[in-house]
Every structure is written in structure tokens, then in C-alpha cells.
Nanobody
Framework: QVQFVESGGGLVQPGGSLRLSCAGS????????MGWYRQAPGKQRELVAR???????NYADSVKGRFTISRDNAKNTMYLQMNSLKPEDTAVYYC??????????????WGQGTQVTVSS
């Protein structure tokens, strides 16, 4: 019973900023890695950014230098700070996390997504 919920999406003008959050709950023992994905209508879901338990980060070339991923381990929460937003960033953003659950086994969980729309 592990669940992640995204929040923080909305409408923003080009050049603006937005901060997304992904909060985990349930029987989480540990999280190995978390990542943000996005999907625009008619397009494939793509990895935007990811962060490991050790703090290593990776970014898609399209967002590098504009987006910053971070996480608060104590809260099982991940963030995505998005600056200098472009219309091409418009998509539903999903968070993903995998790790271990209390008791036995692991998890690979997805949130339901939050809409980000960049438009003038």
C-alpha cells in the first residue's frame, strides 16, 4: 500500500516558473530512486528528471539548466522546480518511485499526474 500524489501543476506563461511536488505515503521502508516523467497528448511519456537515494541527478536535454529535481527523504517527497518554462513543456507530469516496503518486497509506484500548461 504505497501511494504517490503529485501537486503544483497549473497554467503559467512562457518564461514563468512552477514547482511540482510528489508526496509518498504508505508502508515505505526506503526509496531507491524517484523521477519525473511527462506526457503530452499524442506523444510518448518521457523521463524529465530523476534522483537517486545517493543524490545523483539526471535530466533530459530539453530541460537541463531550467529544471531542478530534489527530494526530502524524511517526508518521502520529491520536487521539481521548473524555471524558464516553454510551451513545449506543456504536459501531464507524473512522478515515479521505487524502493522497498515495510515487511517484504519492493514497490514501483506512479502518481496520477498533474497538468502543466505553458501558454500566453
Amino acid at each position: 500500500q504505497v501511494q504517490f500524489v503529485e501537486s503544483g501543476g497549473g497554467l503559467v506563461q512562457p518564461g514563468g516558473s512552477l514547482r511540482l511536488s510528489c508526496a509518498g505515503s504508505g508502508s515505505i521502508l526506503s526509496i531507491s530512486a524517484m523521477g519525473w516523467y511527462r506526457q503530452a497528448p499524442g506523444k510518448q511519456r518521457e523521463l524529465v528528471a530523476r534522483i537517486t537515494s545517493g543524490g545523483s541527478t539526471n535530466y533530459a536535454d530539453s530541460v537541463k539548466g531550467r529544471f531542478t529535481i530534489s527530494r526530502d527523504n524524511a517526508k518521502n517527497t520529491m520536487y521539481l522546480q521548473m524555471n524558464s518554462l516553454k510551451p513545449e513543456d506543456t504536459a501531464v507530469y507524473y512522478c515515479n518511485a521505487f524502493g522497498r516496503v515495510v515487511g517484504a518486497g519492493g514497490f514501483n509506484a506512479w502518481g496520477q499526474g498533474t497538468q502543466v500548461t505553458v501558454s500566453s
